[in-house]
């Protein structure tokens, strides 16, 4: 058995994954691992190259339509560590994040399930240290633009644990960068499928917590997270399945009541629906020959499919695929 599983999905960007790959080898010198990516839609030629360049990698091949959590769970149960160490293609290790992470587990509590890593953006501002439990309330008022999570969840609010000036408890993970414990994880059943973007990682932390297992960040222990360079080109899809599947979390999971889930979703609604009248205002506005009349077009149809989203029966995935479906076609209507 080796120390660490690190678990990497890609969708087919090779310039993300190179450089992620290249620092996870440069700087885990210490511990044993593994390295398992999942190869997301991708091109077969750039597989082939990618097999070719990094020998040492387990490479996965995705051909479905899959959501974070089942394409990570594609790798997680093959993996074959002591730990697992998911990571997001678009971070950059500058320092042993993972040979830390490992150590720091020897000065935690025994039932410390997830430590997680500092996070800093790719502009070098930080992006996440910790983060709070979230509640179906903060989701609401963070629609109307009310609330924001601080990017520092920990520092001056606990206290670190007695073993190191570093380590606090922090309630919720990022699935951008974090170790869990293989038994644990397993024990959970992986990721929950029944989300497909958002918000997985939170459904996990809240799992954990509800099992008494603890979640820790280490405030010494960073890495870089590229996404607001890498964020999605395909919003249309991803963030009506990600309105749904955070409507469902936060009204009790897929079994809660259709009350529950109607006082969540009705304010979420409203909250969109704004947003939708205000951007199609915008786009009326907007002449076809501007160069920022699709990217306004693009917001609308956002906003759109958001509220079509809302009050359906519809999985998060269903939404994706729909959405997804349409953007494909209309690429190929324009392309003709």
């Not at 339509?65 to 594609?74: K, T």
């Not at 560590?81 to 025994?110: E, H, S």
Request: proline share 5%.
């Amino acid at each position: 058995m080796v120390d660490v599983s690190v678990v990497i999905v890609c969708m087919n960007r090779p310039d993300n994954l190179y450089p992620c790959l290249e620092s996870v080898f440069k700087y885990t010198t210490s511990v044993s691992f593994e390295v398992l990516v999942v190869a997301y839609l991708y091109d077969k030629d750039s597989l082939a190259k990618a097999r070719t360049d990094f020998p040492k990698v387990r490479f996965i091949e995705s051909d479905e339509i899959r959501g974070f959590a089942e394409n990570n769970n594609l790798a997680l149960e093959q993996a074959q560590g002591r730990y697992c160490f998911v990571l997001n293609d678009d971070t950059v290790l500058t320092m042993p994040v993972i040979d830390k992470l490992v150590q720091d587990f020897a000065l935690l509590p025994p039932k410390a399930a997830i430590l997680s890593p500092k996070i800093f953006s790719g502009d070098g501002s930080l992006q996440l240290l910790g983060r709070p439990e979230h509640s179906a309330w903060h989701y609401i008022l963070q629609q109307f633009h009310l609330w924001n999570e601080k990017a520092d969840n920990v520092s001056g609010q606990v206290s670190p644990i007695a073993a190191s000036k570093d380590i606090y408890p922090t309630s919720d993970i990022t699935g951008a960068a974090f170790l869990i414990r293989t038994d644990i994880f397993r024990k959970m059943g992986w990721f929950d499928e029944t989300y497909f973007f958002t918000p997985e990682d939170m459904a996990l932390s809240t799992q954990v917590r509800t099992n008494y297992y603890g979640v820790y960040v280490d405030a010494g222990c960073s890495l870089i997270h590229k996404w607001k360079t890498t964020s999605s080109r395909m919003l249309r899809a991803t963030r009506p399945a990600a309105i749904r599947g955070s409507l469902i979390f936060f009204s009790g999971g897929i079994a809660s009541s259709g009350l529950r889930y109607l006082a969540v979703a009705l304010p979420v609604w409203i909250a969109e629906s704004l947003k939708r009248v205000k951007a199609r205002a915008v786009l009326a506005l907007t002449p076809a020959s501007s160069p920022e009349y699709q990217t306004r077009r693009t917001a609308y149809l956002t906003f759109r499919n958001i509220t079509r989203s809302i009050f359906t029966k519809e999985s998060p995935k269903d939404l994706f695929i729909k959405y997804y479906t349409e953007l494909r076609e209309e690429k190929e209507k324009v392309s003709v």
